[in-house]
């Protein structure tokens, strides 16, 4: 397991449907070491903290793994990294197998997985399809939100150990199931 990309965002103004949104879903590549503190990554805002980042979402982790289908589906060959607005774009942790309360180092930090990623409308707007946030739900590709227990830093490349995990718990792709049922 592993950090392929680290991305943080700043707020910017965006025309969607006939009026300006303030999101910090485009989220960009930083060469480095970046620190990680219990609000997130510094140099990361989110335009809207009463539903994104705070504790139980201070970092968000995407799969890498799941790039190469979303370039498919989206006929987008060039998505990079970060396009999902996540933090961190991991290799190794899928949904099917990470579970709520997994502790993970990642660089010299400390997290626990909290909750899965659900879309919002900034989703949709960010990739100029209103049916973009059904298409995230539908394909069970949500990615997880982890809160930080330890500060510390992480960069490209670092390798993410997982430290300590309940095997009863249910894991992210569980709690997307649950979910997605009741919407």
């Not at 707020?11 to 999101?23: A, F």
């Not at 990680?36 to 504790?55: E, M, R």
């Not at 190794?92 to 990470?98: M, P, R």
């Amino acid at each position: 397991m592993r950090v392929v990309s680290v991305q943080v965002g700043q707020i910017r103004e965006v025309p969607w449907r006939g009026r300006l949104v303030r999101t910090a879903i485009w989220k960009e590549p930083v060469p480095g070491r970046v620190r990680v503190a219990t609000s997130g990554l510094h140099g990361d805002v989110q335009a809207d903290p009463s539903v994104h980042g705070g504790h139980e979402k201070a970092v968000y982790f995407y799969p890498a793994e799941h790039y190469p289908a979303w370039r498919e589906e989206l006929g987008l060959p060039d998505l990079s990294w970060g396009a999902f607005g996540e933090n961190l774009t991991c290799e190794g942790l899928l949904e099917t197998d990470v579970r709520i309360g997994d502790r993970l180092r990642v660089g010299t930090a400390e997290v626990i997985v909290t909750q899965p990623r659900m879309p919002c409308s900034k989703l949709g707007m960010k990739f100029a399809d209103p049916r973009m946030i059904k298409k995230f739900l539908a394909s069970r590709r949500s990615g997880f939100y982890t809160s930080v227990l330890l500060e510390g830093d992480v960069a490209a490349g670092d390798t993410i150990i997982l430290l300590n995990r309940d095997a009863s718990a249910p894991t992210v792709r569980n709690v997307v199931d649950d979910l997605a049922r009741s919407v």
